[in-house]
């Protein structure tokens, strides 16, 4: 047998939805989002109702641009007078010398640090400016840069780094320092990024 809502029962009901205001429509004043609105609010942020602002792989990219974040990541962070230190001639007139490391032979300047090239750096033009070279310093080139034993003279020249003027090149690729290496011999900037490598008297990237 099939009940029907009496007048009185109908008539309750109906006041009493009135009085919550619809609490199904509305909650507050404020209308309620739409099965609709959820979803494709929940899509659009991944299941989040709103999309998180930074994410581990956009932070990655980035650090990784120059190296771990320039090459900085992995080391202490440099002093000033590190992150500012350029190249000059030493007692022995070399600009470029070649030094003992555990990669086997490479470039160093005239007190014995170690020498980097920069890979994304094309046809001699150095491109590892602003923070880049803040944490690279360019290696800075005298007029007429002089070769030590084993270093060949037909591959040292000079390239124009934007910001700092004449820095040494060596077989087309501009030469830079590391401010995390604290003193002569120190390699720590080597394969950072996998852009930034010491370079062999042959003037190749040693990996």
Not at 44 to 51: K, L, T
Not at 168 to 175: A, D, K, V
Request: glycine share 14%; aromatic share 6%.
């Amino acid at each position: 047998m099939r009940l029907r809502p009496t007048p009185i029962v109908l008539t309750a009901f109906l006041a009493l939805a009135a009085a919550c205001g619809s609490s199904s429509t509305k909650v507050a004043g404020t209308p309620a989002a739409s099965a609709t609105t959820v979803a494709t609010s929940a899509a659009a942020g991944g299941g989040y109702a709103v999309p998180p602002t930074t994410t581990a792989a956009t932070t990655a990219t980035t650090a990784s641009a120059y190296g771990d974040a320039y090459g900085g990541a992995t080391t202490s962070p440099p002093t000033t007078a590190e992150a500012t230190v350029t190249s000059s001639p030493g007692a022995s007139g070399a600009a470029v010398t070649v030094i003992t490391t555990t990669k086997g032979s490479a470039l160093g300047d005239a007190q014995g640090r170690a020498l980097y090239l920069f890979t994304p750096d094309n046809a001699g033009k150095p491109t590892c400016t602003g923070a880049c070279a803040a944490k690279w310093p360019p290696a800075g080139a005298p007029s007429s840069p002089v070769p030590g034993p084993g270093v060949d003279a037909a591959k040292l020249a000079t390239a124009t780094h934007p910001e700092a003027g004449p820095q040494l090149s060596y077989n087309g690729h501009p030469l830079y320092l590391f401010s995390g290496d604290a003193k002569p011999g120190d390699t720590n900037g080597e394969g950072l990024g996998g852009i930034w490598y010491l370079v062999s008297p042959a003037g190749d990237p040693l990996r």
